[in-house]
């Protein structure tokens, strides 16, 4: 009976905290043109272990919470724009 409660109390920590700040970062950050994945890399790696960025990354935006924009035909990296929290 109180499973769901359980994984619901554990999404609220860790990854999903610092999703939640990425995602601020991301919305604060845009000033129309979209902002570098370089950057919103930079900012995650001060809240998740770097072994988890990308995924992270990847997951917020299969989720919707980042939207790829535009990319750098030269490096190839994207720049992101805020989604649906």
């Known amino acids: 009976v109180t499973m769901a409660e359980i994984f619901q109390a554990g999404a609220t920590g860790g990854d999903g905290a610092a999703m939640d700040e990425i995602y601020d970062f991301v919305l604060i950050s845009n000033l129309g043109k979209g902002v570098p994945e370089h950057l919103i890399v930079r900012f995650a790696k001060e809240r998740v272990p770097a072994h988890s960025v990308m995924r992270v990354l990847e997951i917020m ?3 919707g919470m980042i939207e790829a924009i ?3 035909p030269k490096t190839g990296l994207h720049k992101y724009k ?3 929290p």
Request: net charge positive.
């Open 61 to 63: 935006r299969r989720s």
């Open 82 to 84: 805020a989604g649906q």
């Open 70 to 72: 535009s990319v750098d």
